[in-house]
Each structure stands twice: as structure tokens, then as C-alpha cells.
């Protein structure tokens, strides 16, 4: 069956950076884009970006040009969401999500608490 | 960017009845032949789920309760009858550019 399967929860501090990844199965890793979606605490949704999981060519929301960046591990069926210099309003629910279009499968989600 | 306005912010709506979400975009987001328009379910501590694609068309295994409809820049979700496992949050979601944006969300709740 098809699954994302995301890293666990990480607690870092302003300034630092984090590594989320995302292991696709089930499915040809190439066959569909990837995207990311923000959720920060008690809030909705917010797309980051996607990477083509062909060329891995990355698009970035503009709100998340910068610090920002989605990078694939094809043979591995992997992509990661990586954050520099960690802010407090990093803090939130990070979800990748296979797209066709539309968001078809999701991952479990990974939170990220930002905390000095 | 195409702006999504989901209305209402929450309803709470009895066992059985219909609960009628509408999600407009402040331009269209269809062609003659498809409309870019999605819908999805989010509880508590989980992600996202799909339900329609496409402005109406359900998603495989999702009941049949769920339904959806319009075109152009108006959209509408129904749940009827409702059940006790629809206490989530709706979500629409266009594809029709970059960059993908969401509705901000109705919160569905039992009476």
C-alpha cells in the first residue's frame, strides 16, 4: 500500500537547523511530485513548495524563499525538507504529500518545536 | 495568488442533517472540461485526507455522504446525513497555479 512515512519529532533551538525526511513506498518515487504543507499550532494550512521527483528541480512558496530547502534521495525513494537558522514561528506540524494535482497521500506529519 | 474564502468559519450541525460548506476563489479555477478545486477532512492529530477532487468527484473508499459541486470561482462540500466521525475540519484547495493555496478552514461540529 501506498505510505509516506515521515522522521520524528525534533526540538532544536533559533539559529540551528533541521532535516525532515519522507519515505515514499508503495509507488514509483518518480511518478509523482512532492509537496510540503505548514501547520503552524491551532492553525490551517499553508503550501511551502513542491520538488519534481524527476529533475529535482525545487519551487518555493515566496513565503518560504531563503531558509528553505526540499531535496530528494531518489534511490531511496526519500525527500527532505531542510530549515536554516531556525525562528520561533518555524514551529509547527510539517506534512509532505504526493500530488497529482491534487494531495492524495500525506504523511503522518512531523512537528517541529523551535525553543531557546 | 487566488485567494480562497471558505465560509462558514464553523457550523455545528444535529445527527442526520446536512452541513453545507462553500469555498469561493477570487478567480476561476476551471476549464470547459475540469475544475481545479479540492477537499479534504483534517482531525485532530492527523493529516489532511482527500475527499473530492476535481470540484465532485469522490475520492476512492471515502462514503458517499460526501459531495461536491460547483464551478468557476464557487464551491460547495455537503455532508448529509452526518455522522458522528464528520467532527473535523474541511479544507478547500486549488491547483489551478502556482502557488497552491487552501481555505482557511470550517470547523464542523455536532449539536
Known amino acids: 500500500q501506498i505510505q509516506l512515512v515521515q522522521s520524528g519529532p525534533e526540538l532544536k533551538k533559533p539559529g540551528e537547523t533541521v532535516k525532515i525526511s519522507c519515505k515514499a513506498s508503495g509507488y514509483t518515487f518518480t511518478d509523482y511530485s512532492m509537496h510540503w504543507v505548514k501547520q503552524a499550532p491551532g492553525k490551517g494550512l499553508k503550501w511551502m513548495g513542491w520538488?519534481?521527483?524527476?529533475?529535482?528541480?525545487?519551487t518555493y512558496a515566496d513565503d518560504f524563499k531563503g531558509r528553505f530547502a526540499f531535496s530528494l534521495e531518489t534511490s531511496a525513494s526519500t525527500a527532505y525538507l531542510q530549515i536554516n537558522n531556525l525562528k520561533n514561528e518555524d514551529t509547527a506540524t510539517y506534512f509532505c504529500?504526493?500530488?497529482?494535482?491534487?494531495?492524495?497521500?500525506w504523511g503522518q506529519g512531523t512537528t517541529l518545536t523551535v525553543s531557546s | 495568488d487566488i485567494v480562497l474564502t471558505q465560509s462558514p468559519a464553523s457550523l455545528a450541525v444535529s445527527l442526520g442533517q446536512r452541513a453545507t460548506i462553500s469555498c469561493r476563489a477570487s478567480q476561476s479555477v476551471s476549464t470547459s472540461s475540469y475544475s481545479y478545486m479540492h477537499w479534504y477532512q483534517q482531525k485532530p492529530g492527523q493529516p489532511p485526507k482527500l475527499l473530492i477532487k476535481?470540484?465532485?468527484n469522490l475520492e476512492s473508499g471515502v462514503p458517499a455522504r460526501f459531495s461536491g459541486s460547483g464551478s468557476g470561482t464557487d464551491f460547495t462540500l455537503n455532508i448529509h446525513p452526518v455522522e458522528e466521525e464528520d467532527t473535523a475540519t474541511y479544507y478547500c484547495?486549488?491547483?489551478?497555479?502556482?502557488?497552491?493555496?487552501f481555505g482557511a478552514g470550517t470547523k464542523l461540529e455536532l449539536k
Open positions: 520538488i519534481n521527483t524527476e529533475t529535482g528541480e525545487p
Open positions: 484547495q486549488h491547483s489551478w497555479e502556482i502557488p497552491l493555496t
Open positions: 504529500a504526493r500530488s497529482s494535482s491534487y494531495l492524495d497521500y
Open positions: 476535481y470540484a465532485s
